[in-house]
């Protein structure tokens, strides 16, 4: 991932010195497990831990030079193991294991730890989602369909919808963390032939990892799930930029990116304040689509294994971890700063008319017996000639000599507050998934 889009906490995770210190974790899990049931002297286990190997820029720099003679990165990454410790027992590293078994339990490790990072991340826009919601759980505004406006609806309301998208995404980042969160030590086509199961089971227990049956390699459809995971997670934070963009639409003017001291919209028009970080994010979710069909493309892999899948790896899950991290920071940055203006969202749903009481209109003369079609035609046939005249649709009902309407029956099918009465129950959905959460730190 380019330095631009790459934040420490997620992209650390990823570099060649953290890669490495990983295979070095099972590389030794392997020599305690194997100590353990006896085959491993303790003594040479001590000699092992006592001589450790640093994992840092100069131990990085001689694998890369051994890796240009090997070409092989893990058995130029055992041979520099090998000679740093300098030992006899130094011959114990790498016992009975195939490279995959080191790679791929050490990738689980990494992509556990990245899938935590995001999710923490994750909670933290939850959180200021619901924040916004409760604060404008009363700011009325028009809902949309098709771009036009529907019924009115709340701007609480709005958000706690997207908070319980991303509720979801969470709850797909959980089951993929958990798939993801596996290990396998069972040799080069995984029938156990010089590693025994107990050993696996202990060195996963030792690095925090399930064990499972495997081939030479672990089932790609694990990654997949998780790609998947940070795809949908993607698209709901899309989902949000999206609708920021179109509410600060000139013509709209709801909300809008907040705008700091210094900063510029335009080089050639001081007056704008563009939506720069919604379509980044929009434009960022684009890529990481991409990476999920990479991801389903490695599932099938030839009989029991090839390494078709480890190039694409090599690019994709990194490369989706450190994106799927940015976005949840900067969407959490949008939603905590968004400039939202109350004023203009009751300016605009008046300027409708009161259209967007139409189906109101609608049920009430139903309810004094018409038939619906005759009823849809008269609200229709009213809301286009309110239209025309740029008058008020219930100034041209109540003119209507043919309709008896009370004034009461009116009050009820223009009232604001009568349709959105029940946009709470999105939010306080919502403050469960919070207070779930909050419970589990």
């Known amino acids: 991932m380019i330095e631009r889009y790459t934040l420490p906490a997620v992209g650390v995770l990823f570099s060649d010195t953290s890669r490495m210190k990983n295979w070095l974790a099972v590389e030794y899990a392997t ?24 994992i840092d820029d100069a131990f990085v720099q001689a694998v890369d030079d051994r890796e240009a003679i090997t070409n092989h990165d893990l058995a130029a990454f055992v041979d520099v193991v090998q000679g740093t410790i300098g030992t006899k027992s130094a011959s114990w590293i790498h016992y009975g294991l195939t490279s995959s078994d080191v790679v791929d339990t050490a990738l689980s490790l990494t992509l556990k730890e990245a899938g935590q990072k995001i999710r923490e991340e994750l909670v933290a826009l939850i959180e200021a989602i619901y924040s916004r919601a409760t604060e404008h759980s009363a700011t009325i505004m028009a809902g949309r369909t098709h771009g036009m406006h529907a019924e009115p609806t709340t701007f609480g ?5 997207f908070g319980l998208s991303l509720a979801r995404d969470l709850d797909r980042l959980d089951r993929a963390i958990a798939a993801i969160s596996v290990g396998k ?61 179109h509410l600060a639409r000139t013509e709209v003017g709801e909300a809008e990116e907040y705008f700091a001291p210094g900063q510029k919209g335009s080089s050639a028009m001081p007056h704008k304040r563009n ?54 920071n900067k969407a959490k940055s ?23 009481f139409s189906q109101s209109l609608l049920l009430t003369l139903v309810d004094s017996g018409m038939s ?44 604001v507050e009568r349709v959105t009465r029940h946009c709470g129950r999105a939010i306080d959905e919502l403050s469960k ?9």
Not at 157 to 161: D, E, P, S, V, Y
Not at 208 to 227: C, F, K, M, N
Request: aromatic residues 6%; contains cysteine.
């Open 433 to 441: 998934v919070v207070a779930l959460q909050s419970s589990k730190n």
């Open 185 to 245: 030590l069972s040799g080069a086509v995984g029938t156990f032939s010089n590693i025994e199961p107990a050993v696996e089971e202990h060195v996963c227990a030792l690095l925090g990892l399930s064990p499972v049956p495997a081939t030479q390699v672990i089932a790609r459809d694990r990654h997949a799930e998780y790609l998947y995971s940070l795809t949908s997670l993607a698209a709901t934070i899309e989902t949000i930029a999206t609708e920021v963009r």
């Open 31 to 54: 020599v305690e497990a194997l100590s353990h049931v006896g085959v491993v002297p303790s003594e040479d286990l001590d000699e092992l831990k006592a001589f450790t190997p640093t």
């Open 275 to 328: 939506p720069i970080l919604s379509e980044r994010l929009v434009g960022l979710s684009r890529v990481m689509r991409g990476y999920l069909i990479s991801g389903l493309e490695d599932v099938a892999l030839w009989h029991e294994r090839d390494i078709s899948h480890s190039s694409v790896e090599r690019i994709v899950l990194s490369d989706a971890s450190i994106l799927a991290y940015y976005m949840v």
């Open 372 to 415: 619906r079609d005759e009823a849809y035609r008269i609200v229709q046939s009213s809301a286009r000639a309110a239209y025309e005249l740029r008058r008020q649709l219930r100034e041209v009902i109540e003119e209507d000599q043919s309709l008896n309407i009370s004034s009461e029956l009116l009050d009820r099918a223009f009232s």
């Open 334 to 356: 949008l939603v905590g700063k968004l400039m939202v203006y109350p004023e203009r969202m009751k300016q605009n749903l008046d300027d409708s008319l009161g259209f967007v």
């Open 157 to 161: 309301n709005k958000l706690a919808l």
